[in-house]
């Protein structure tokens, strides 16, 4: 089982940056990949960065070139570098974690 735990949230100014870290713990070897959802008031929610084991990175584009995402390993924490922040920034940003299940052999004779 993986828990998630989210922090650095907080109050800024428009233009301003906030890093928001998230640090997965218990099965944390399972986790595949990690990123940020976020949800604004009246708001559906929105998908707004992953980041792969590898270190693959997909941003939303309502963040490209403004968000960054990053993790390290060592840590299983990811972070989301959040700059020049947009009054549209404001919501909930909810931590989520893909994992990796035990797997299930197929095998398929000739």
């Known amino acids: 089982q993986v828990q998630l735990v989210e922090s650095g949230g907080g109050l800024v100014q428009a233009g301003g940056s906030l890093r928001l870290s998230c640090a997965a713990s218990?099965?944390?070897?399972?986790?595949?990949?990690m990123g940020w959802y976020r949800r604004a008031p009246g708001q559906q929610r929105e998908l707004v960065a992953t980041?792969?084991?590898?270190?693959?990175?997909n941003l939303s584009d309502s963040v490209k070139g403004r968000f960054t995402i990053s993790r390290d390993n060592t840590k299983d924490t990811v972070y989301l570098q959040m700059s020049s922040l947009k009054p549209e920034d404001t919501a909930v940003y909810y931590c989520?974690?893909?994992?990796w299940g035990q797997g299930t052999q197929v095998t398929v004779s000739s």
């Open positions: 989520y974690a893909i994992l």
């Open positions: 218990g099965s944390a070897f399972s986790i595949n990949a």
């Open positions: 980041i792969t084991n590898g270190g693959g990175t």
